[in-house]
Structure formats: C-alpha cells, structure tokens
C-alpha cells in the first residue's frame, strides 16, 4: 500500500482520507481540503507516487499554484521528503504563462516585449491617462483601486464596457483602460495581468502552440485552486483538455480573492459542467487545531450557502475555550491585547490578524510604547499616504506656523472658508506676515469675505493652542472639515466610514502625545517602525499581518481584532445583501474570518465592540448558546445574579434568579454583550 512505501520514507502516516487523495492517478479530481488537514503534503506525496510508483516522467508533470511562496513552499518541501535527484517543475500560474509567452511572442508579432511594471513605469503611465481625462491628479489610493480595477476586468474574461456592473466608480474608467492598453499594444509592453490573457489568446488562435504544450505536461496540478481566476481556469481547462489529467486541491472555503477576479463557484458549479467525470475527495482532517477552535469555525462557515458541504473535525484535545471579548473603545482593546501578549514567553507563536491595514495602526504604536517587538511583512501601508492623514498633518502646521504657504495650499478647499484659486494665487504673490494677512491684501475682497478669512485665522490660532487629539475633533467640527469631507468622498468614490475610520485612528495616537509637532513626529516614527519590522521575523516578535496575508501560516495565539459591523463584514458587503439581495461579498468576507479562526492552534480570542458587534460574532456565539444554554443551566448575570433557565424561545430566555425573580430577558441582547455566564 501507499501508505506504508511512503510513509516509511518520510515518516508521515497517511489518513484514509489523504491516501486516496494520493492514490488517485487518471482522469479529472478535485480534492476539498479543510484548514491544517495537510493539503500540501498529499499533494507531494501524491507527485512522488505518479514518478516512484507509477512510472510517469517528472518532466510530464506540472505543478502550479497562486504565489511563488507556495511554488518555493512546494518545492522546498518536496526536495526535504524525497531528495533534490527529482527534479519537478513547480511555478505559479503567472510563471507558466511568461516561459510560453518567452517562447512565442516574438514570432507571433514580430517583436519582444517588455514587463512595464518594471522601474514604475505603469505607474507613471497610469497616472498620466488618469489626468489627461481627468484634468487632475490622482493620489495613491485611487491609483490602487484603478490598478485592481483593470486588474479586476481582464482576470474576469468580462467585456469592458459592463464595468459598472462591477461597481468601478473610477472617472472616465473605460477610457482610461483603452488608452491604457493602446499605449501597451503600441510599445509592445505587457503586464501581469497580460501574461495571463495573451497566454489564453495565443492558445485559443493557435491550435500548435496548445498542442506542444498538451504534450508536454501530461499531469496538470493546481494547488489553492480556490485563488485562481477566471482567466487562468481558461488557460488550465485548455491544458489539461487533451489527456484529462486534471487535479485541483483546494478549499472553497478559503477563497479570498474576488477582487482578483477569484470565484468559487468555478469549483462548486463550472469544473462540474467541464468535467463531468470528476472525483470529488474530502481532506476533512485538521491537525492543527484544539477542538473548541475547530468547533467554533465550523459554527461560523456553515452560513455560506455557495460551497461544498464539509464537517471539519480534529482528534486534538479541548483545550481554553474561544475567547470573544466584548470592548467599550479602541483604546480598550489595544489594552487588552497587550496585556494578554505581555504574559506570554514566546513572541513568535503569536499574531495579531485584522482585515484592513489601518487596524495595525493604533496596534504599532501600542506595541511601540510597551517595548514589545513585531513583525510585519507588509509594511508599505497606504494610511500614510491617504489625503485624510495628508489633511491633518497640514491644518497643524499651518496651526504651528501660519506662513506655511505650501501646507494651507493643499488645504484651503477645504476650510469651509470660500477661499477661491485667485485669492490664493493672488497670496502668493504678495507674500505678508502670515498667510491670512496674505489674502486680506487681495483688493477684490469683499466685507463677508474679509470676515472669513479673520475667522479662519482665529480658528488656526485656537487650533494651535489644542492637545493632538483634541485638534482633531475642532477640525472636524468647529473648522467645517467634516461637512467638506463628506462631500469630498461622494465626489471622488471614497467610503466616508473608511475615512472615519482614519480620523479615528488619527485621535487615537493623538492621544498619546501633548502637542502638534510631536503628532507629526509620532506619525513619521511609526511609519518607520514598521518599515524596520519587517526584518523583525523569528526574533521574538508578535506577527501583525492582514487576514489575507495570514492564509497559509499558523499561530499558538491569535488575536482576531476589529471583529465590527462595517468594518468585518464592510458596509460594502452588507449594502450588497441586504439592499440588493448579492451575498457574494458577505460569503467572502466570512470566509476571510473562517480563515482567521483556523490560524489558531490552541488559544483565540477575537475581539468586537460592544456597541456594534459583527454580525459573525452573533452568529457562532448563537451556535455556543444554542450549544451550552438549556432548561435548568446555572447562570450569572451582572445585573441580576444567580438564577436558572426556565424557559428558552427563538427571542427570549426567561430566568428565574435566587433575589430578582422571574425575568424575560431578550436573547440577542444576552448574546451579543455576552451577559450570561454558565455557573
């Protein structure tokens, strides 16, 4: 049997479940595999046995997968189970399709091409066919969403003109992306994304090129299956169509990447249609985690309704339960977290994961002030660079020194002061004390325009008198910043909740430090404190990382924070459902918190605010409470005291307790603040 030949070789035992898996040769597969059920492992062993068993040329077969650490993963592992004198060819799919473009682009248009990503040149590209039809600049943000927009468009195989189906607000977004792509046509540049579609075109038009490579790769294997794109599902059903030799490992459960054109329903519903012989396995094994984790994960991802049904379950032991700890603030939680990271010896076993990057924020400066370090792979955080953060820095420095001409200009739309572009340029020009006394030298100011300026300068000389965070809220308010804010994001597509979610942050630190040069010092500092972790790995250090970059990786301890109504699942999502009845996105983004639960190998806790708890919280915590709460239960509550369970309904728990009585409390209340506890 296989699992006796290999597994004496690498000393890995194989489940009945992993051996069929790797015993499986001929025809189409696709094999589920829930989180830490050892998905990567099967497939290796599975590699080695179509080479030692079964005969078939290592050179027939070809492995790829989503990113090249995965690739590097696979291939390192490989090497480790069964030596380096094997020689497999793992890649990702972008990887495959530049060796065939190396090899026949110049011959199919008379021309080499060129990656224009290299040396920023996209970059520039992008942003002068933003201006040119937009007759302005475009900053960092809205640059990264016009790249994953394009992005988003040719991974989907859509036609561009339904672009606002998608819900791409990008200004003048069709003419952008045909400039875009006739600049590259003319140049002979290509993308990324372009490996992907030029590699399908060429395959679609011509026939011998596909053949060569039909016969060359005779076993095709996908790993995270779930993460490709439409595009690249084109490019391995064209693959694998002649010999039929298709095996995909993955886990619809964990798929992350719809923004990149990612779908499960490729799995649940297409490759069934494609493949209408394909054998479905289950890897519903988890070795990773304590029962409670796994317990409480399934409870959260058997609300999806586009998935196949699996019951993970592990034969680790119980070990504390899943912590959801209920906080007032933000300020709260950082106190909380901290103080758990504080009794515990070893950094390295431990992550903080949170859906978007400005969670990490307010945690880095935290962490900073209490001496403890941490890794960050992805440092390059678009916080520092969002107009917001780029605003407030500029009220206080015009706050610090009034003559600050460069600081105000950036800033003078919005003051809420009427200040036109000739006042402006007029000030410029004749340069006085300060730049209010600047703009009252314009002649053709008029007695109310006079009087709003004299405003605006006594406000700046209030604002200079003001502790960070209190700043903030002044600028808000009393300075009109946040009537103009919301008007600023309606114009240009921003999310206002996101923005606040900013400013919030921005109080946050402001908090921790007394005046407004220090803030702007403290932000700087911050920033470099996470371009300096990421040499922080393996040494001793917390792991901050996003719930998307967490995929893959394990921890003993996890924090799980920022668990919030509009922020995990976004507002975005939620609109989408309730107001449109898609649930594609909700199903995603509970997906991205599946994924976060099943990074835990003994201890979670997840973290949400009292006052709008996610609704995934409500969800497992109803399951644990439907589980745990029965007729006759001991509990406590804060308020009333001892008591047991009378009687329970779908909306209220009725109790009778030792001093209080009889009471009909409302269940989801009980639920969401956590009130009772089992005695």
């Known amino acids: 049997m296989l699992r006796n030949s290999i597994g004496k070789n690498i000393n890995i035992q194989l489940n009945p479940q992993q051996e069929k898996i790797a015993n499986h040769i001929d025809g189409p597969a696709l094999c589920l595999a829930c989180p830490g059920s050892g998905k990567t492992t099967t497939l290796l062993i599975r590699t080695y046995n179509l080479i030692a068993n079964r005969g078939i040329p290592a050179n027939k077969i070809l492995s790829m997968t989503f990113s090249r650490a995965a690739a590097k993963d696979m291939e390192s592992r490989f090497k480790k189970f069964f030596g380096s004198h094997i020689k497999i060819n793992f890649s990702t799919i972008h990887a495959f399709a530049y060796r065939v473009l190396r090899q026949v682009y110049s011959k199919i248009y008379s021309n080499d091409f060129q990656l224009i990503e290299l040396d920023g040149k996209k970059i520039s590209i992008l942003k002068n066919i933003y201006q040119h039809f937009n007759k302005s600049f475009i900053n960092d943000d809205k640059l990264e969403e016009l790249e994953t927009s394009i992005s988003f468009i040719k991974n989907l195989c859509i036609p561009v003109e339904n672009y606002k189906d998608y819900h791409i607000k990008i200004p003048n977004f069709l003419e952008i992306f045909y400039a875009y792509e006739s600049y590259k046509k003319r140049n002979y540049f290509i993308d990324f994304d372009d490996m992907l579609t030029l590699t399908l075109d060429i395959f679609k038009t011509y026939p011998k090129v596909l053949n060569y490579y039909q016969n060359k790769y005779s076993y095709i294997q996908i790993d995270e299956a779930q993460d490709t794109s439409k595009v690249q599902h084109e490019i391995i059903k064209l693959l694998a169509k002649k010999h039929n030799n298709i095996f995909m490992v993955c886990d619809d459960d964990q798929s992350l990447y719809r923004f990149r054109g990612a779908d499960p329903s490729f799995l649940t519903k297409e490759c069934h249609q494609i493949w209408s012989n394909i054998k479905i396995y289950f890897m519903e094994q988890n070795y990773r985690s304590t029962k409670n984790i796994v317990s409480i994960s399934n409870k959260c991802i058997i609300h999806n309704k586009n998935r196949y049904p699996k019951k993970m379950f592990t034969n680790n032991l119980s070990k504390r339960s899943v912590k959801v700890v209920h906080v007032n603030s933000s300020q709260e939680q950082i106190e909380y977290v901290i103080k758990q990271i ?250 991205l918190f599946y994924v976060g639960m099943t990074r835990a190998k003994e201890y979670l806790d997840i973290i949400t605010f009292k006052h709008i708890p996610s609704r995934f919280i409500n969800e497992i915590l109803n399951s644990e409470y439907n589980k745990k709460l029965f007729v006759g239960s001991k509990v406590h509550h804060p308020l009333f005291g001892q008591g047991y369970i009378k009687k329970i309904t779908d909306s209220t728990i009725t109790i009778k307790f030792d001093k209080a009585g009889i009471k009909q409390l409302d269940k989801q209340i009980i639920i969401n603040k956590n009130l009772l506890k089992l005695c």
């Open 342 to 591: 504080k009794g515990l010896e070893n950094y390295n076993d431990t992550a903080i994961l949170f859906y978007k990057n400005i969670s990490a924020i307010p945690f880095i400066d935290g962490l900073n002030r209490n001496g403890i370090k941490f890794y960050m792979r992805d440092h390059r955080n678009s916080f520092f660079r969002n107009f917001a953060v780029r605003d407030i820095i500029n009220f206080f420095k015009v706050a610090i020194n009034p003559s600050d001409m460069n600081s105000f200009y950036d800033i003078y739309h919005k003051t809420n002061a009427f200040i036109s572009k000739k006042m402006i340029e007029h000030a410029l020009k004749n340069i006085k004390k300060d730049i209010f006394d600047s703009l009252l030298s314009y002649p053709a100011l008029n007695p109310k325009q006079k009087s709003r300026i004299r405003d605006l300068k006594g406000k700046f000389l209030i604002l200079a008198t003001k502790t960070p965070d209190e700043a903030i809220h002044y600028i808000k308010n009393a300075m009109g910043y946040e009537k103009r804010l919301a008007d600023y994001c309606e114009k240009f597509g921003y999310n206002l909740t996101n923005i606040h979610h900013i400013l919030d942050t921005l109080s946050y630190i402001g908090s921790k430090t007394s005046k407004l040069y220090t803030f702007i010092d403290r932000l700087t500092q911050i920033e470099d404190i996470m371009h300096q972790a990421q040499y922080n790995k393996n040494d001793n250090a917390i792991t901050l990382s996003t719930l998307h970059s967490s995929k893959g990786l394990e921890f003993k301890n996890v924090f799980l924070i920022d668990i919030i109504e509009g922020q995990l699942p976004s507002q975005f999502a939620i609109d989408q459902a309730e107001e449109e009845g898609f649930f594609d996105d909700l199903e995603e983004e509970r997906r």
